[in-house]
């Protein structure tokens, strides 16, 4: 049996917008409040608006570490979030997403948009080319998710990826169990994604 992995961060790629389901702020602000309660740190865009505000402002009233990165052109359209107190601004998304990666255990993908989909397939397509063992938890709020795990499932039934890889992204259906997952993944020795 694998041994407990012990997290002491989590990156959460979520939406810029709140989304129009009252459930999406719910569950960001869950992952906030668990994060903090189990002091694991949260790794994040960096920006106050949408659920990325909102499960900063999560962690942060429960008490809890943040690490917000965030490209310095995105400071206004995103609103750089003036509370956290390890707000990294970088020159590109591309160092974003590295440092994002180098900082975090495991990956929740909560609902979200275009920008929570891109984030949610390069650090998939990593894992599938060995780059890293860290577990990828899609939260399925309300079946925000739907359509993105049917596309998943489509490139395995159309001979474009194989079943083992479509294994590396795993689909629940609340924090509590993304938790659970982050914790009992079996670490293996990750490659350098400096090799990117
Ligand atoms: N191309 C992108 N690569 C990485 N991150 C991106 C990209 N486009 C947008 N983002 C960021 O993702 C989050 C969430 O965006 P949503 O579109 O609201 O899901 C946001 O911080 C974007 O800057």
């Known amino acids: ?81 003036e509370g956290v107190a390890e707000l990294i601004v970088v020159d590109s998304m591309h160092v974003r997403k590295q440092i994002m990666f180098s900082r975090a255990d495991a990956f929740w993908i909560l609902p979200g948009g275009f920008g929570t989909f891109d984030e949610m397939m390069e650090i998939l397509t990593w894992k599938q080319l060995q780059q890293h063992a860290k577990p990828i938890i899609i939260v399925n709020t309300a079946g925000w998710a739907d359509q993105v795990i049917a596309m998943l499932d489509a490139a395995v039934t159309q001979g474009f990826a194989t079943a083992s890889a479509r294994g590396k992204i795993e689909i629940v259906s609340d924090i509590e169990t993304a938790l659970k997952h982050s914790e009992t993944e079996p670490k293996t020795q990750p490659v350098s994604i400096e090799q990117f």
């Open 1 to 81: 049996m694998d041994m407990p992995v012990s997290v002491k961060a989590v990156a959460v790629f979520c939406g810029s917008r709140l989304g129009n389901n009252p459930l999406y702020k719910q569950v960001a602000q869950k992952a906030g409040q668990v994060l903090a309660q189990k002091n694991i740190r949260l790794v994040y865009g960096g920006g106050a608006q949408g659920l990325m505000g909102v499960v900063a402002d999560a962690t942060l009233q429960a008490g809890g570490q943040v690490t917000g990165v965030i490209p310095h052109f995105l400071h206004k359209r995103e609103v750089m979030h």
